[in-house]
Nanobody, 127 residues
C-alpha cells in the first residue's frame, strides 16, 4: 500500500518561496508517476505539476509555469515542489498524488488518473 506524506507548507509573504516534499513508503516509488495538486477554499482541486518516473519528464499548469519546479529523488522516495514568486492566488492545500505507470515517461494531469493521495499541506501566502 502506497502512503504519501506531504510537508513543507506554511505561511509566506507574496514573492517568497517554499519547498514542498512528498515522502512515499510502501512501494518502489521509482515506478510511480507523481503529481502535485492544490485546492483553494470553495474551488475544485486542480493540477499543478507532474513528473514521470523514468525520464523525469515534467508538465505544469499554465498558472505556475516559470515559478514552480517539480523534481524527484527516487533513492529517497521523495518528490519535491519548489515554489518561487508565490502569489496570494497560490494559497491552497497542496496534495501529492501517485500512480503506477508502466510507460515511465507519461505525465498524468487528471485527478482520476491518480490512485494514491497524501493528506495535504497548507500553503498560505500573505499579500
Amino acid at each position: 500500500q502506497v502512503q504519501l506524506v506531504e510537508s513543507g507548507g506554511g505561511l509566506v509573504q507574496a514573492g517568497g518561496s517554499l519547498r514542498l516534499s512528498c515522502a512515499a513508503s510502501g512501494v518502489t516509488f521509482s515506478l510511480y508517476t507523481t503529481g502535485w495538486f492544490r485546492q483553494a477554499p470553495l474551488k475544485e482541486r486542480e493540477f499543478v505539476a507532474g513528473i514521470s518516473w523514468s525520464d523525469s519528464r515534467t508538465h505544469y499548469a499554465d498558472s505556475v509555469k516559470g515559478r514552480f519546479t517539480i523534481s524527484r529523488d527516487n533513492a529517497k522516495n521523495t518528490v519535491y515542489l519548489q515554489m518561487n514568486s508565490l502569489k496570494p492566488e497560490d494559497m491552497a492545500v497542496y496534495y501529492c498524488a501517485a500512480r503506477r505507470d508502466y510507460s515511465g515517461s507519461y505525465v498524468y494531469t487528471g485527478i482520476i488518473d491518480y490512485d494514491y493521495w497524501g493528506q495535504g499541506t497548507q500553503v498560505t501566502v500573505s499579500s
